[in-house]
């Protein structure tokens, strides 16, 4: 494997953050009507810590998207700036903005029912395709208020994990995530062990451009890429060993730590 | 046979197949565009909802109903178009539903913020989430914030430790003076509090200094930046004695590169408002003559109530502050404080001396009136760079104090007694520090000068019309402070350094007494100075859950002082090595363990030849010195625990300390009607001291209620000397405290309610005395609507005043609050019950003193306050 050093590396990351942030390089897809921000709580029981994400869902006519709150804002501010922002600036507007580094994101064509996810390992992006999952829910005859939404219950397995989630009126069949599927807006889904948990703080009419940033993912697929994400956050050191070195040429010494890490899906 | 039973399953097949009902068909608008996402519900006669689907980029949907079905309602719902609902009975033939555009009235944006985030070691809670109806200032709302404790003068504590730093939008605006902003400050304006933990303020000291301290940071909501925000108050009112009144004007403007607070305040209720400008920080007082701190500024008691049940006051308040921000991270605050008080309070006192049979050797009765008159200014200037690679500060502080108060004293003969003082001191701070590859190099350089001009005590029969005592002292002070040091940082894990502190300090006290006891003036004056040249090399290691550090300070104490009077010279030149060392561990499940040994010695310094009587009230004489350089050595282990899940609200905090001392000098005191005098004698003794203390608290997020729990139990064990015996003292302190506070009913009731026992023991060889406390409060707010708060404040001191005797004491204050858009008109009523008299009992110095304090009365205050 060739070898660089830091300075190299820092490099690399400001040419993915530079790409990320020019304005040429967002593709606009579509606008969304309903705009959704849901925390997701996520419970690690191997380091026993609990991260929390801020996410948008944004559901236009042919197209939702599910991604960091945060992205959402710093590229708003992009599309408003004419010039091309120095990663220096990005990395400000990400610090205002409480951006929690790479959140993986996800994509719905809404007309072909195909759905799009991007997640990073180390430095490399991937994507896969897979048609929208058909979750089979169970209705309940439950409701309790959710955001100011009068919500009823719905529960699933799916994918590894028992689910319950609660939808309102809003007559749309999206939700966090990939959840959908159920006849409203999900509002609520949280896992019974407890270590997953999606909830809206905000809902809103939308106004605003569904966009995508062009940046050249590697297509992998579904199984593949969980595994290599799995494996890289449990074993973080083994995807630098050897890769990383000093300004003076020395191997760098890379903490031998488990990355935070709980996947949704576990099937 | 076998083709009998294929056909029979042939056609139970179709039968079951036949009976599985479907409904399908294509919705579209009225110009036949298919439409995609709209909502199928299919309803059962009951209502039930029995099943669902969506359309697809056709327009298309089928949903299987199971089983035949006779009749079902069906509902078509898709964004921007009008509902429709049809009843189906025929389900052969398709069901094409034709939608027309309507806006979707998505119900008013409905904001949830979670109330706590956590981030590493931030800590976000959302102020709306924990505010209540009530809570008037942000402090209102700290004091509910889990794992936080907001002291009486506003100190806020985060795991039992005093925050070091306090941001508004991540700028030092206030310079530890932050009761400015949090008793301003409106909750409304304020999106979140952080608490940012393990704070070190010096970016470039960042993983290489660590802090224990924790530092708050409030967010304002962003439609109240840019704009100019804050109140105008006005009041009048009527109490038995005189008119009340009260004028309030604060004022805030934040902005990224701005910030300006400005208050200005006056009343005659109560409030004291001189506590708002006070450093809540380490180091961020001025300092002071060796003359001014031996003068109380209340010789003769105070209560433990708040000052407004008892202190007739008129309080003012004006205070300028502006933080500027040239660069990135370069900064310029200005703060300009001016404050004036005069208070009036009247309170008599049995003090039972304790003696040699373990009786009251002699008990004194006192009463006296009292009139105290404060002024303070306080100007400071700075400018800081704190950026990730270099830090440096410079601030320039020049601050007074100006103290007069008058007591008439009932000791038949009758007395006054007049207690002036001055002070007056500037000081300029210089940090710097440069990070440079693995080198890191600090430097500071203090410099102040403190003078107190005059300090004078008076005290005279008003009978006779003669003078009994007069005390005049003046004081000056020259303190410089330089530090360096150096560190490395070996590998990725190991820091080494060596700090160099060099302080040098000299004084001057000048003082005469005459007064009738003494048979010629009691004289000193003395001068010199002491320097201080410390070396501590360091090792600190730190990787994943642990860190470690060990310092070993190694001092020379250099000291020479000049006493004028008995014309003697003491010259002292002596060494001293110290050591400390912590251990800190962070379990998994943010458990944090913190194990500390010290071993720390403290020479004397002027004060220890100061040897002829000062007198500090009319009774009262001290002899501070006793020729004799004290020393005292300590040896220390502390170990801590504290726990924290935000997100399920828990907190708790533990601290375990036992330390030794062991001194070259012992008080000593010798009791008479007129006279207490307080010296120092040389003896060498020993003290310990023992600590456990531990504070709980739980927040229920879902139920607005938050409740807290702390114990706390502190044994001492030290030798006093009264007259020519020497007595060994054993002190117990207990003391638990619970409260609840509680929004309920839609935060249309609030209440909350506290109660703390304490329990003082001592034992000074010859049986054990003790002194119960008992308190306990309850206040309710209704609303009736969100434009009304009635309330209701109650609190009941229990006292023992003697054996079997004890005095309860209950106060209750009410009013109510009208809020109508900006202006909000409230009407407050205190010490409903119009209770004159407060008594309580305590242990000073191992004597017992009995206070009872004469109450304002029964007040009320109408006042109108408009927000902006």
Known sequence: MKKINIPIIVFIFSIFGANAIAQDNILILDRSNVECIYSHTVFDPQ??????????????????????????????????????????????????????????????????????????????????NEPNPHIKWTLHKETAIVCGYECTKASADFRGRKWVAWYCNIPMSEGPWKFGGLPGLILKVE???????????????????????????????RIQLNKAVADYKNEPWKSVQGFVRKPDGSPEDIPRRRLFHNPIEKE | MKRFVIAAMMTMTVLIVSARVSLWGKVTTVDGEPIIGVVVKVFASNGDLIAYGTTQSTGDYKIDLGSESVEVMVSFTGMSYKEKEIVVTDFSTPVNITMHEAPFQLKEVTIKTPPVRTLGDTIVYAVDAFRKASDQTIEDVIKQLPGIIVADNGRIMYNGEPINKFYIEGLDLLSGRYALATKNISPTDVQSVSVYENHQPKRVLQEVEISEKAAINLTLKKKRMLRPIGNVTGGVGRGNVEVGWKSELFSMLVSPDNQTLISAKANNCGTNYAQETQSLVMGGNAIETEVYKLFPLKPLGVANLPPNRYEGNTSVLTSVNSIFKLKDTLTLNVVADYTKEDSDYRNSSEIEYFGADGKGSLTVFEKDVSHLSRHGFNVRLKVENNASALFYQDELKISGQFN????????????????????????????????????????????????????????????????????????????????????????????????????????????????????????????????????????????????????????MYNMRYDDAIDDTIYNYNRPAIEWNTSFTYRFPNNLVGILKLAQSQLLGDISNFVTHPIAVSYKQWIVPGSQLLSKRASKHVTLSMNYRNALVGFFWFSRLLYGMTENNVLNRS???????????????????????????????????????????????KRHTRRDDETYDVNVAIYEISGDISSSLLNKQLELSAECRYMRSVQDLGFGSTAIDEVSAAF?????????????????????????????????????????????????????????????????IEYDTYTYNFCLRPIEAIASVRYNF
């Open chain 1, 47 to 128: 380091l026993k810590e609990t991260q929390t994400y801020n996410m948008l869902l944004q559901v236009g006519d042919k197209y939702s998207k599910y991604a960091q709150y945060a992205n959402f804002r710093i590229d708003s501010v992009i599309m408003k700036t004419n010039e091309q922002i120095s990663f220096n600036a990005y990395r400000r507007l990400a610090k205002l903005y409480g951006n929690s580094g790479f959140v993986p994101w996800l994509m719905k064509n809404r007309l072909t029912q195909e759905l799009t996810v991007y997640d990073k390992v180390f430095i490399d992006t991937y994507y896969y």
């Open chain 1, 191 to 221: 896992d019974t062990m407890g270590e997953h948990k999606f909830e809206a703080i905000s809902v809103r009419k939308g106004r605003n451009d569904i966009s995508q940033e062009k940046i050249d993912y590697m297509k992998s697929s």
């Open chain 2, 404 to 555: 007069n108060n008058d007591y008439l004293i009932d000791r038949a003969p009758l007395m006054s007694q007049t207690l002036r003082n001055k002070d007056v001191s500037v000081s300029n701070r210089f940090n710097f520090a440069l990070k440079h590859d693995n080198r890191l190099w600090e430097f500071a350089s203090d410099i102040s000068v403190a003078s107190t001009p005059v300090n004078c005590v008076s005290v005279g029969m008003l009978d006779s019309d003669s003078l009994e005592v007069l005390q005049t002292s003046a004081g000056f002070a020259f303190v410089t402070h330089e530090r360096t040091a150096l560190s490395w940082l070996l590998r990725k894990y190991s820091t080494f350094g060596v700090r160099l502190d060099f302080k040098s300090r000299y004084d001057r006290i000048d003082s005469e007494a005459v007064a009738k006891v003494l048979a010629m003036p009691s004289i000193n004056s003395i001068s010199g100075y002491k320097i201080e040249t410390t070396a501590v090399p360091y090792y600190q290691y730190k990787k994943g859950r642990v860190t470690w550090r060990t310092e070993v300070p190694i001092k």
């Open chain 2, 670 to 716: 010798e009791v008479g009607q007129l006279q207490l005098v307080q010296m120092y004698q040389n003896y060498r003794n020993k003290s310990r001291v023992s600590i456990i203390e531990t504070t709980a608290s739980k927040s229920f997020y879902d139920i607005h209620t938050m409740v807290s729990l702390s114990g706390n139990v502190q044994l001492n």
């Open chain 2, 779 to 843: 206040n309710v707010s209704v609303f009736p609507f969100k434009w009304l708060e009635i309330y209701a404040k109650s609190s009941l001191k229990v006292s023992e005043l003697a054996v079997d005797v004890t005095t309860r004491n209950f106060f209750l204050d009410g009013g109510l609050r009208l809020s109508r858009g900006r202006f909000d008109v409230g009407l407050s009523v205190t010490n409903i019950t119009n209770r004159r008299s407060y008594s309580y009992r305590r242990f």
